[in-house]
């Protein structure tokens, strides 16, 4: 069999080996069209469907953001024109709720049926002003038992007392009595104020001598 197979393809004439070569070409390049088409095909519906997704996104997402960033840019466009009029506008509101207010309020007091409401400016502030008088005025009962200080009743007799301050003066010049008998044994004079140098408290008491020698 392979014998005359080779025989049969040995046989085939010059014509058709050119039309099976033709053949050939024309299949591979129909399966390259094929594959080329097919990943065309692919990469558009990958496209359609980020497409879709994204607009998805964009619709339940960043709907009320666009909304937004819409509106904003809208008030930048408006120019300084713009501006000014909204500013006048709310400017003749007020005056004119400042004067129907002040209106009804007179209409009130008329007939003495006035309601004051909770905006009224005497409303306020009466609110105010009995809000500064609880804080303040209130007074608060202290738990704890604060005893003042009773002042020492002396008796009469204690004034005649010398200080301490005195004692220990006193005491340290009678420790010093050897050296001024010292110096009456050399002849000196010494003075009646060094002699008699006592320390007392009050000007009128008579100087006592408080004295620690027992000598």
Same mark, same amino acid.
């Given at each position: 069999?392979?014998?005359? =197979?080779?025989?049969?393809?040995?046989?085939?004439?010059?014509?058709?080996?050119?039309?099976?070569?033709?053949?050939?070409?024309?299949?591979?390049?129909?399966?390259?069209? =094929?594959?080329?088409?097919?990943?065309?095909?692919r990469? =558009? #519906?990958?496209?359609?469907? %980020?497409?879709?997704?994204?607009?998805?996104?964009f619709?339940?997402?960043?709907?009320m953001?666009? #909304?937004?960033?819409?509106?904003?840019?809208?008030?930048?466009?408006?120019?300084?024109?713009?501006?000014?009029?909204?500013?006048?506008?709310?400017?003749? %509101?007020l005056?004119?709720?400042?004067?129907?207010?002040?209106?009804?309020?007179?209409?009130? =007091?008329?007939?003495?049926?006035?309601?004051?409401?909770?905006?009224d400016?005497?409303?306020?502030?009466?609110?105010?002003?009995?809000?500064?008088?609880?804080?303040?005025?209130?007074?608060?009962?202290?738990p704890?038992w604060?005893?003042?200080?009773?002042?020492?009743?002396?008796?009469?007799?204690?004034?005649?007392m010398?200080?301490?301050?005195?004692?220990?003066?006193?005491? #340290?010049?009678?420790?010093?009595?050897?050296?001024?008998?010292?110096?009456?044994?050399?002849?000196?004079?010494?003075?009646?104020?060094?002699?008699?140098?006592? &320390?007392?408290?009050?000007?009128?008491?008579?100087?006592?001598?408080?004295?620690?020698? &027992?000598?």
């Amino acid at each position: 069999m392979l014998e005359s =197979n080779r025989k049969k393809k040995d046989e085939l004439s010059e014509e058709e080996r050119i039309l099976r070569e033709a053949k050939h070409k024309q299949a591979i390049v129909a399966a390259e069209r =094929n594959r080329v088409y097919f990943f065309r095909q692919r990469n =558009n #519906a990958a496209v359609t469907i %980020q497409k879709a997704w994204k607009m998805f996104k964009f619709r339940t997402q960043g709907l009320m953001k666009n #909304a937004r960033d819409a509106i904003k840019l809208k008030r930048l466009d408006a120019g300084e024109l713009e501006w000014k009029k909204q500013i006048a506008a709310c400017t003749i %509101q007020l005056a004119w709720r400042k004067y129907f207010r002040r209106k009804l309020l007179k209409a009130l =007091n008329k007939t003495n049926n006035a309601v004051m409401h909770m905006w009224d400016p005497e409303m306020l502030a009466f609110r105010q002003r009995s809000l500064v008088e609880q804080v303040y005025n209130e007074q608060l009962y202290a738990p704890h038992w604060h005893p003042t200080l009773v002042a020492i009743v002396r008796p009469y007799w204690t004034k005649y007392m010398p200080s301490s301050a005195a004692l220990s003066f006193n005491f #340290a010049i009678d420790q010093y009595s050897q050296q001024r008998d010292y110096i009456e044994q050399l002849g000196l004079e010494i003075d009646d104020d060094l002699a008699n140098l006592r &320390m007392k408290d009050r000007s009128d008491v008579n100087p006592v001598h408080y004295s620690y020698n &027992m000598n």
